[in-house]
């Protein structure tokens, strides 16, 4: 039986036309909740909305653009950070203009969202907000300077941010997938020239993981089953990291 922990709540998912985020985004609506997709790419999410009907819109979203993030950030119960690009250089191969732009996304991104999104939460009595790290922020990979610099940064906004607002009802937390199987990594694979047979060796579990269960996670964390977790980080990594 479906559960329905998100009825009557509304919440935003960037990065919701593909991977991640679009599992996010199903998950969220399957349970009740009014969902705002986002997406840089706008024709995914449209697709997706029509697709979920009542209690769905779509907005094209930069999430690098303050002035087209602030509006959408207004009334929400659940903000879930999924937008992000990778790199797949070393630091001397790495051009400035992509350091920026990887950092801009996944970093910048992720705080522009929660900055305006937290006031409104404390208005409305509080709220949960999940962003998107990776365990490529709590360990080094190759190959993936700008990327790593990137979720590092996000683990420990999550945890400043948790500690500023924990006496105002905001919760927030941050999910790190270890690799996922999701229409973004087979890109990075690909243009790293890597394999996803490599990719799934590594793994002692001996497989990568789903959009849905990294989205099962994020929902658990927005949920209120996760009410005592703020500032926590949530691995799901089949075991890379336990190594």
């Known amino acids: 039986m479906t559960q329905i922990r998100f009825a009557g709540r509304r919440a935003l998912v960037t990065g919701a036309g593909s991977g991640i985020g679009m599992a996010t985004a199903r998950a969220l609506h399957a349970e009740g909740a009014e969902v705002v997709l986002t997406d840089a790419v706008g024709d995914r999410v449209e697709a997706l909305a029509h697709e979920l009907g009542e209690r769905a819109t779509a907005h094209e979203l930069d999430v690098r653009d303050e002035d087209a993030v602030a509006p959408l950030m207004a009334g929400l119960d659940v903000l879930a950070n999924v937008a992000g690009i990778g790199s797949t250089t070393t630091a001397p191969d790495t051009p400035l203009e992509v350091w920026e732009n990887v950092l801009a996304?996944?970093?910048?991104?992720?705080?522009?969202?929660?900055?305006?999104?937290?006031?409104s939460m404390i208005e409305r009595g509080g709220g949960a907000i999940v962003n998107t790290g990776s365990v490529a922020g709590m360990v080094g990979f190759r190959n993936r300077a700008a990327y790593c610099a990137s979720k590092g940064a996000v683990i420990a906004l999550t945890r400043a941010l948790a500690i500023d607002h924990i006496g105002d009802g905001v919760r927030v937390n941050v999910v790190c997938p270890g690799t996922v199987d999701s229409p973004w990594v087979r890109r990075l694979v690909e243009d790293a020239g890597e394999s996803l047979d490599a990719l799934r060796a590594r793994q002692p579990i001996g497989r990568l993981g789903t959009p849905e269960e990294v989205a099962e996670a994020i929902?658990?964390?927005?949920?209120?089953?996760a009410a005592f977790m703020t500032g926590s980080g949530l691995v799901l990594d089949g075991g890379l990291t336990a190594q």
């Open 219 to 225: 929902l658990y964390l927005a949920s209120d089953a």
């Open 105 to 119: 996304v996944n970093a910048t991104g992720t705080f522009l969202c929660c900055k305006h999104a937290i006031p």
